[in-house]
């Protein structure tokens, strides 16, 4: 295990961050086919068993946990009609229109991924709208391999070996999985790279289908309509310049296609149940609000 350094090499690519007290975050690069699907790949480990909370706020992404020791003891939507929802295991988040609460007991130690909505599709082989605003079991999504999979993963040490392992599963799942729909593919990457700016109409004339047609497949192939993903596309674009610092937040609401400051307090306030000033004020890390 790494010592007192901020950051530790420890061979075969695998390199430890220390992100706070007696948190690491391990990392190796990706291979090269996995990386059209993936955002974040990484494992982490608490050397001190120390209980946390943690509000998760939409980012447009989908995620999956592999818990190696203890798991994540609650998960739980702030806004909506969901009830709590008790995870015992590793778990799959589709995307989210609101936030969401993390209780954690402590002692982590785990794989996290963050998934593209059309890699998730693929990797889960299910209709995304599914699995949105929902916290379920891993092996709910992935079926009963998934659990012998966490376990071998569980007891390898090595976290080179770990991730060698979970490589391998991944491109073998991806290769299998349904190729989303051209159109839609084309509707996700002109959403995205505009931050959720671009007009849905434009898109629609753009992919050549019926408003209507694109608002089902979109649905169902990145789990929330494409006037919900541009608001989490620009909320999240919003975050991610108020994590700089020093940002004006007029600048934010200007850059971000805000009609204006209140507007841009109302969107914050839906999306993550704080405002611009408080989340700028916490430490995020990706999508994570720690409380």
């Not at 092996?139 to 659990?147: E, T």
């Not at 991730?163 to 051209?182: C, K, T």
Request: with cysteine; charged share 20%.
């Amino acid at each position: 295990m790494p010592g007192g350094g901020s950051g530790s090499a420890v061979g075969r690519g695998v390199a430890m961050t220390r992100v706070g007290g007696d948190r690491w975050r391990v990392t190796r690069p990706w291979p090269e086919p996995l990386r059209p699907y993936l955002h974040s790949y990484a494992g982490y480990w608490e050397a001190t068993v120390s209980p946390f909370r943690v509000r998760i706020v939409p980012t447009g992404r989908a995620v999956v946990v592999i818990s190696l020791a203890a798991p994540f003891a609650r998960a739980h939507r702030l806004r909506g009609t969901g009830t709590a929802e008790h995870v015992v295991g590793s778990l799959v988040a589709g995307l989210e229109d609101g936030p969401r609460v993390l209780d954690h007991p402590g002692g982590q130690e785990a794989i996290r991924l963050e998934l593209t909505p059309l890699g998730a599709y693929r990797l889960f082989a299910v209709p995304m709208r599914e699995l949105t605003n929902r916290v379920v079991e891993l092996d709910g999504v992935l079926g009963p391999r998934a659990g012998e999979l966490v376990e071998r993963l569980s007891a390898i040490g090595d976290w080179g070996t770990r991730f060698d392992l979970l490589d391998a599963a991944l491109l073998a799942r991806l290769e299998r999985g349904p190729a989303p729909a051209p159109e839609v593919r084309h509707a996700w990457r002109l959403l995205a790279r505009s931050a959720g700016a671009m007009p849905i109409a434009r898109i629609t004339a753009e992919v050549g289908w019926s408003h209507g047609y694109l608002v089902r497949r979109f649905t169902e192939q990145i789990g929330l309509t494409p006037k919900t993903s541009a608001r989490v596309l620009r909320f999240h674009r919003a975050v991610g310049l108020l994590a700089r610092g020093a940002v004006d937040l007029n600048e934010v609401t200007s850059a971000c296609g805000f009609y204006d400051q209140a507007h841009l307090n109302r969107e914050f306030r839906a999306l993550a149940d704080v405002t611009p000033g408080e989340l700028a004020a916490a430490r995020v890390a990706e999508g994570a609000v720690s409380l």
